[in-house]
């Protein structure tokens, strides 16, 4: 099978995940990745081309096409981006048998809409907790029959039974994303109530320097039991003495596979977070892990797992064991496998992604975000354009209402 991997980029979860993929698919040389725009990191772009999977970079729309034309399976990589809405809902595309893999939750914004799920011949999700997205549950919404699912979220390289911290140690760790889009202030307020004295909570993961984050750390009433170290290149070894991976999330994350939660307990590591849907997905409370329903539970479990060294190494143990044997590169390319060959008993056809996604930047912005913007909408002077933000789509779109294609609003 020939398949050609639509994606706005390769970087992140999503290039670490086709990294490993490709890594461990035999087939791998018939897989065609299409960047919709120059990357800027390119570590993971060049693991999938060492596989033998061809890349292409930001090819006009014609190109596009024809490799569209030529393919077996188009596989969209899904989140809210900009160009990937612009590519869809532009001028029409090939006939396609088309698979979704979506690395969005859509439990919260951005959603994932309903017609497009509808419309693909198959949608993936990334983690089954995306089927309790608001707008895919209710009376029986179309196309749920033809969704799956398959993991994006692997463990350690090399990780396995005894191959984790050193379990005599009680380090306390999170490592992730270092902002209040993702992380939940309550990191600082469970670290405050730390009843050891000499327990401190290592974070890892860049910080920018204005950071609310630190804002956050220095209003602790125990700053000093919170340390911000920053990047690193080697989470194994920054995990290397921890016993208890603190990872509270906000409730409204839209994360999915969590790939530094997995690479944790596939280190041994027993994890501490939050009940919130996609985690719930990956923890087993009492068994691989403990669920907080709360900030005060969640300062009681850390207290009580820093009292109960031994039962904190049998969660370990067990975490381990089960995303080994679970969260591997090789049981979702096989799954995938299976999934393309069934597709493939199906006639390529045409599919009006813009009545699915809307027909104007605004439209998809509004559809994706579940609110709507303004007529005279315009990005705050100090907003970043981050992921599938108004910002964002206005750095690629300044007109919202222009539809694709036409005048200079389509860069693609």
Known sequence: MKIVHITPHLGGGVGKAHAALCAADSEAAGRHYVLLEEPRDYRHMDDIRETGAAVTIAPDRRTISELMDSADIVQFEWWNHPLMCGLLAGPPLPAMRSVFWSHVSGIAAPFIPAGLVAAASRFVFTSACSRLAPNLTGPAPSGLERTAVVNSGFVHAGSGAGEGPDREKSGISYLGTVEFTKMSPAMMQVADRLEDEDAVVEIWGDVAARSPVRDAVAAMQHPERLRLRGHTGDPRAALAQTSIFLYLLQPFHFGTAENALVEAMSLGCAPLVFANPCELEIVRDGETGLVATSVDHAAH??????ENPDEV???????????????????????FRTLWQAAMNEPKRRIDF????????????????GEPCSADASAPANEVASKGSLAHFLA????????????????V
């Open 313 to 335: 190494r049998r969660m370990g143990e067990k975490a381990q064991a089960e995303v080994c044997a679970q969260k591997t590169p090789e049981r979702s390319i096989a799954a």
């Open 301 to 306: 479990l850390l207290n009580w797992m820093l």
């Open 354 to 369: 813009a009545g699915a996604l809307g027909s104007t930047p605004r439209e998809w912005y509004e559809a994706l975000q």
């Open 396 to 411: 690629y779109y300044p007109d919202l209402d222009l539809a694709p294609g036409t005048a200079e609003t389509f860069r």
